[in-house]
């Protein structure tokens, strides 16, 4: 099997191999669109490749011709052109369907877990020491005010959390505190939920606003608890440094 | 000339740069799919009249369900660590001009106190679910509430815009109507789609808003009702949509694509036969 329009496919296949399957070996998954939008690039290359002059063109064009127009088919022939000629329409058909028809899926929702904090709240440390005492109180504390939703284990899973979207943060988990500050922290439960800013949809959050009723020093304490019982430690600015 | 084989390798190349066409459908990145619980009700469309005096009627039953996690109220004091309702199935219907939602959900004593609520985000501001507290970075809306209590056996239309702002609304546009049975309540409220008062939400067909939903057990516990005020079971925001009318224009726009692509088709198929170049 030769000439261009195979070897048109052969490229285009081989394109959408590396793109889909190769890449992400290496990298992050490319969206379904960019790899689209590359198979479409390559393809005008071989087109216009393909279109140069008369004989390329015959070459690239003369197989498709002569099987559009039937002339001379016998069997296997005259089936696949007959059914190239009923399935065009009827993607036609669908692709107009499947564009027009109405979405029933729920607004999308692009909720950012960790927004930027107020400035107010940026470079503040914890201002205890990480004494054994103030850690074991800092646990105690988060036993009696946390836990029913983030769970006694720090994993997410407390009695209350199956009612919740989005569902309680899961400290355990290293793309949660490992990745904040305590400053971070200190933020996020002294002002609750309904201190994120309007990308961290503040008005389906549970997290209450703790300000309203544990004094600072709690706050700090609790921190304390949740990274040691976490197993977590907080990103501090000279990891970022590096 | 073609002979079998090359007709077979032209399907082929056909197939290959169709496969890249037909791709195209798929450009966009499908929806992530959602594994745990539902996230939306759809009250779907039905001609006549709606279920609404009866939560047991037959047309509930060939009705689809969502269901829904509830917590206990843990956001804010007074809170309360363990509630009775643990999820509700929730149904929904409407005929273009009333809606009626139906929630069932497990209460193994039928008690005076027993009361269910939808709460729903009106107009275009978001507001927090716990009756439309105030945000610090983001500018709220109000909720409208309704509100269903056993013992009063109807249904009370409700605004709130923050903590302590709950209030009966002047206007009542909801109606309700509970039946226990075998440990189970099933309560269906019912309004009219679209008011004229502002303070409650308005439901367009096809359009998705904003719902909650919360229960209280009303049993009494050593002289003490157990479930009341801030103290019930909760869900933050889902969604819900009056399902339209099926748009049957589609189709007609369908058969043109049809029809054009064949004439495409036909106009091509003939010039190749005369030996003209397309």
């Known amino acids: 099997m030769k000439g261009p329009i195979f070897s048109g496919a052969i490229i285009l296949a081989g394109m959408f191999i590396f793109l889909k399957f190769l890449l992400p070996l290496v990298t992050?998954?490319?969206?379904?669109?960019?790899?689209?939008?590359?198979?479409?690039?390559?393809?005008?290359?071989?087109?216009?490749?393909?279109?140069?002059?008369?004989?390329?063109?015959?070459?690239?064009?003369?197989?498709?011709?002569?099987?559009l127009s039937g002339k001379g088919q016998t069997g296997a022939g005259q089936i696949a052109r007959l059914a190239v000629l009923v399935m065009f329409p009827l993607l036609v058909g669908w692709q107009t369907y499947s564009r027009l028809v109405p979405s029933?899926?729920?607004?999308?929702?692009?909720?950012?877990?960790?927004?930027?904090?107020?400035?107010?709240?940026?470079?503040?440390?914890?201002?205890?020491?990480?004494?054994?005492?103030?850690?074991?109180?800092?646990?105690?504390l988060y036993a009696a005010y946390c836990s029913p939703c983030h769970g006694a284990n720090y994993d997410g899973k407390g009695p209350a959390a199956p009612g919740f979207n989005p569902p309680p943060a899961n400290f355990s988990d290293p793309g949660t505190i490992a990745q904040l500050q305590e400053a971070y922290l200190f933020w996020r439960i002294k002002k609750g939920g309904v201190g994120l800013p309007v990308e961290g949809m503040p008005w389906k959050s549970a997290m209450p606003r703790w300000e309203e009723e544990l004094p600072e020093e709690f706050i700090w304490k609790i921190i304390m608890g949740e990274?040691?019982?976490?197993?977590?430690?907080?990103?501090?600015?000279?990891?970022?440094?590096? | 000339?073609?002979?079998?084989?090359?007709?077979?390798?032209?399907?082929?190349?056909?197939?290959?740069?169709?496969?890249?066409?037909?791709?195209?459908?798929?450009?966009?990145?499908?929806?992530?799919s959602e594994d745990v619980g539902s996230v939306s009700v759809r009250m779907y469309q039905i001609e006549g009249s709606l279920p609404s005096?009866?939560?047991?009627?037959?047309?509930?039953?060939?009705?689809?369900?969502?269901?829904?996690?509830?917590?206990?109220?843990?956001?804010?004091?007074?809170?309360?660590?363990?509630?009775?309702v643990k999820s509700v199935k929730v149904k929904g219907v409407h005929n273009g001009q009333e809606l009626a939602i139906l929630v069932e959900y497990a209460d193994p004593t039928e008690d005076a106190a027993d009361a269910a609520a939808l709460e729903f985000m009106v107009g275009d501001k978001p507001a927090h679910f716990a009756h439309g507290q105030e945000m610090l970075q983001v500018e709220g809306g109000p909720v409208n509430i309704w509100f269903w209590k056993n013992e009063s056996g109807k249904a009370v239309d409700m605004s709130a815009k923050g903590f302590k702002t709950l209030e009966s609304q002047p206007h009542q546009d909801v109606q309700a109507k509970g039946v226990w049975q075998n440990g189970t309540w099933k309560v269906v409220f019912s309004r009219s789609l679209k008011t004229e008062d502002s303070q409650d939400v308005q439901v367009e067909e096809g359009e998705w808003r904003s719902v909650a939903f919360a229960f209280w057990d009303g049993a009494v516990v050593d002289g003490?009702?157990?479930?009341?005020?801030?103290?019930?079971?909760?869900?933050?925001?889902?969604?819900?949509?009056?399902?339209?009318?099926?748009?049957?224009?589609?189709?007609?726009?369908?058969?043109?694509?049809?029809?054009?692509?064949?004439?495409?088709?036909?106009?091509?198929?003939?010039?190749?036969?005369?030996?003209?170049s397309v």
């Open chain 1, 28 to 67: 992050a998954p490319l969206p379904a669109s960019l790899i689209y939008l590359y198979l479409a690039l390559v393809l005008s290359g071989i087109m216009i490749y393909g279109t140069m002059s008369a004989p390329s063109l015959e070459a690239m064009m003369g197989p498709i011709f002569r099987f």
């Open chain 2, 224 to 276: 003490l009702v157990k479930e009341k005020g801030g103290q019930k079971a909760v869900s933050t925001w889902w969604y819900i949509r009056a399902e339209p009318t099926a748009d049957n224009s589609i189709f007609g726009w369908v058969i043109l694509g049809l029809a054009l692509a064949a004439a495409f088709e036909l106009v091509i198929v003939r010039k190749l036969r005369k030996g003209q």
């Open chain 2, 1 to 32: 000339m073609l002979n079998g084989r090359g007709s077979l390798r032209t399907l082929l190349i056909f197939g290959l740069f169709g496969v890249l066409w037909f791709s195209s459908v798929f450009a966009n990145e499908p929806p992530a």
């Open chain 1, 227 to 242: 990274y040691d019982g976490a197993h977590q430690s907080p990103r501090t600015w000279e990891e970022e440094e590096e």
């Open chain 2, 53 to 84: 005096e009866d939560p047991n009627s037959s047309q509930w039953d060939s009705v689809p369900s969502s269901e829904f996690n509830l917590a206990p109220q843990v956001h804010w004091p007074p809170r309360i660590q363990e509630v009775t």
């Open chain 1, 104 to 140: 029933d899926l729920p607004p999308a929702e692009n909720r950012t877990i960790h927004p930027a904090p107020p400035g107010e709240f940026v470079g503040l440390s914890n201002p205890y020491p990480k004494t054994p005492e103030n850690i074991m109180m800092g646990k105690g």
